[in-house]
Nanobody
């Protein structure tokens, strides 16, 4: 399984970014796809997930600002991030797990290398 994130960068507070994660080596439609983030000196935290059956899950800190979606035809999951805040600065990683969704990083066996998102004031 290979997950490759893209779309990170530097943005001013209030701006937007769209992250992408291209997956290969798995039957994409069978997997829950998630986004996690880790800021310097902090533990990795759940951001959002989209199960194979549809529906979405979000951390309270991003609800209403971030949108996760998936394109099963192109084996890609997206994270649209709007109204970004400096506290959103982190390395964002996508992750994959079979079947049911989850919010704990330990539930996901497959990970991308991460992409840096920096939100300036």
């Amino acid at each position: 399984v290979h997950l490759v994130e893209s779309g990170g960068g530097l943005v001013q507070a209030g701006g937007s970014l769209r992250l992408s994660c291209a997956a290969s080596g798995l039957t994409f439609s069978m997997y829950t796809m998630g986004w996690f983030r880790q800021a310097p000196g902090k533990e990795r935290e759940f951001v959002a997930a989209v199960p194979r059956s549809g529906g979405t899950m979000y951390a309270d800190s991003v609800k209403g600002r971030f949108t996760i979606s998936r394109d099963n035809a192109n084996n890609t999951v997206y994270l649209q991030m709007n109204s970004l805040k400096p506290e959103d600065t982190a390395v964002y990683s996508c992750a994959a797990k079979l079947r049911s969704p989850g919010t704990m990083a330990t539930q996901y066996p497959y990970w991308g290398q991460g992409t840096q998102v920096t939100v300036s004031t």
